[in-house]
């Protein structure tokens, strides 16, 4: 549900529509649902003779069970056992939601490493900009209930490197993150066995601390597909060939995701006068280093929230299935 600018009243109709048939919820201003829901895929219309009431069509029910319904009850839940409002009327986006999951799940490493309000909001309500957290007083209340906080302190720690890890009982892979989005879903990640480190930009001398069983995994790579994403990953590549680890790339599986480089708050240039934006080559396989080549060509770069983490491993099986 990512980037569909869903909030919670949305996501609280689209729950009722679903187990009702029909809801009088006001959810028809998002676009998402108004033109993709509604209009491209036919799956709610207006009740006859009443446009107040929207109504499920014949494949509402199947799409909400594969694309909404496990988190939907998982936001639920989360608020319910936080204590937080869950009716109608809260604003949280979906993304808001998410933020306060991994808020929740990082809790003890975020108290002892607590920032100012500003670098706080900036982190971890990406691209909301530092003040967005002052500007919503109702959000704002509900991180400093989760963290058990009275308020954010005034100055930032000397230490801001932080070590957050999305556990799981019995991990068959480990995910090392540039960014921290996925973590902010860790149900997903769960399910499929999969555990999470963040080890984006300073980040990176965390990895001195991943103990040999967890290294005995496979061990993946995901991040932004732009310069410093990509040099990162030689940077953590060759820390973890310096314990004997190999570490794979995970690879986009779309190409038509890719953003501008000069998107809003995205700061890494290609440069166009050194081979390969100056990326070692050797650091990547023949693949990789085409879809890079493509990327600087066309000046754009593939964000890594942009993908379904799933996806990747999904679209790694069909290729070995092919192969």
Not at 153 to 178: A, S
Not at 234 to 251: F, T
């Amino acid at each position: 549900m990512n980037g569909k600018e869903l909030n919670w009243r949305h996501l609280k109709g689209l729950y009722q529509l679903y187990q009702e048939g029909k809801t009088a919820a006001k959810i028809t201003d998002n676009d998402y649902i108004r033109n993709f829901l509604m209009g491209q895929k036919s799956l709610m219309r207006y009740k006859k003779g009443n446009t107040k009431v929207l109504e499920a069509a014949p494949h509402f029910t199947s799409y909400y069970r594969q694309y909404f319904k496990t988190s939907f009850e998982h936001y639920q839940k989360f608020l319910q056992q936080e204590g937080l409002e869950d009716d109608g009327r809260r604003k949280y986006t979906e993304e808001d939601i998410q933020t306060l999951i991994f808020i929740a799940e990082q809790k003890q490493e975020l108290k002892e490493k607590l920032t100012t309000i500003r670098t706080f909001s900036s982190k971890f309500f990406k691209k909301k900009g530092s003040k967005y957290l002052e500007n919503k007083p109702g959000l704002l209340d509900a991180v400093c209930r989760i963290l058990e906080i009275p308020a954010f302190p005034e100055k930032d720690p000397q230490n801001l490197q932080w070590r957050f890890v999305v556990d799981c009982e019995h991990p068959e892979k480990v995910i090392l993150c540039e960014n921290i989005a996925h973590l902010k879903s860790p149900w997903k990640a769960r399910e499929h066995n999969l555990e999470l480190w963040y080890v984006g930009g300073n980040n990176i001398g965390i990895i001195d601390y991943i103990g040999e069983e967890k290294l005995s995994k496979p061990v993946y790579y995901s991040c932004d597909w732009d310069y410093h994403g990509l040099s990162i990953y030689s940077r953590i590549r060759r820390k973890l060939q310096s314990k004997g680890v190999s570490v794979v790339l995970l690879q986009p599986y779309r190409r038509d995701v890719a953003l501008p480089v000069d998107s809003p708050h995205h700061n890494s240039k290609w440069n166009f006068d050194q081979k390969l934006s100056g990326l070692d080559p050797s650091d990547f396989t023949e693949e990789e280093q085409e879809l890079i080549l493509w990327l600087i060509k066309n000046n754009e770069w593939i964000e890594e929230e942009s993908l379904e983490l799933i996806g990747f491993f999904t679209m790694q099986q069909k290729k070995d299935n092919a192969g």
